[in-house]
């Protein structure tokens, strides 16, 4: 079945701590899609990443950075020197098998709370 | 570029009450629409998507039941309001094709009394 982990329901970090958030995923597709999105206190999620799982390579876009490893189905994001403004829900979502509706299945959300 | 609006932002409605939230894009045509509801602000549970004018699939049974009457806009609808559909609202829409991403509205939070 299709299921997305996110072990960490909380963390708590000090404003320029690195922080790594987790995403285990399970899926019987051979070709499927990941994605990150995050969550501020206003509400709107907003779309940080998008990868296919032929696409094995690290990908870094500022601070942000993604590993993904298909050994160990996971996709996790870690973000470096950590902001106040990085506080939010950050979801890890899978697409669904088929993908021509672009379903996608969502983690329960990592909470991320960035302390000055 | 494209743009989503949600409206409204906020509602509070009595139980048994009827409930019309409405969702619009610009800037582009032919997108895949979805309804989220994401209660005690976290997990998203995916209520209903639409691939085109008049598709609507549902993915819970519940109260609610959504429409498509133009390409752009999507609309999510109630004739009697429970406790329980209180939430947050997430409109999303993506291009069609192969698991694109998927985009977010503002949201619109609803408090059923």
């Known amino acids: 079945a299709q299921k997305v982990t996110q072990a960490q329901t909380e963390i708590s970090v000090v404003e320029k701590e690195d922080v790594t958030l987790d995403c285990v995923y399970e899926?019987?597709?051979?070709?499927?899609?990941l994605f990150w999105y995050k969550q501020p206190p206003s509400g709107e999620l907003v779309f940080l990443i998008r990868?296919?799982?032929?696409?094995?390579q690290n990908e870094i876009s500022g601070r942000y950075s993604w590993n993904f490893q298909k050994s160990t189905s996971s996709f996790n994001f870690t973000i470096t020197a950590s902001q106040v403004v990085d506080s939010a829900v950050y979801f890890c979502?899978?697409?669904?098998?088929?993908?021509?509706?672009?379903?996608?299945?969502f983690g329960k959300g990592t909470k991320l709370s960035v302390k000055p | 570029s494209q743009t989503i609006h949600q409206w409204p932002a906020t509602l509070v409605q009595p139980v048994g009450s009827p409930l019309s939230l409405e969702c619009t894009v610009e800037?582009?045509?032919?997108?895949?629409l979805y309804w989220y509801r994401q209660a005690a602000g976290r997990g998203l549970q995916l209520l209903f998507y639409?691939?085109?004018?008049?598709?609507i699939s549902s993915e819970v049974p519940q109260n609610l039941s959504a429409s498509r009457p133009q390409d752009r806009q999507f609309i999510l609808s109630s004739k009697k309001l429970l406790l329980s559909d209180s939430g947050f609202y997430l409109c999303?829409?993506?291009?069609?094709?192969?698991?694109?991403?998927?985009?977010f509205g503002p949201g619109t939070r609803l408090l059923v009394l």
């Open positions: 979502a899978l697409s669904e098998p088929g993908g021509s509706q672009g379903n996608l299945i």
């Open positions: 800037g582009t045509s032919n997108p895949n």
């Open positions: 899926t019987r597709d051979t070709t499927y899609y």
């Open positions: 990868r296919n799982s032929f696409d094995e």
């Open positions: 639409s691939v085109g004018i008049g598709q």
């Open positions: 999303a829409w993506s291009f069609s094709g192969s698991s694109p991403a998927q985009y």
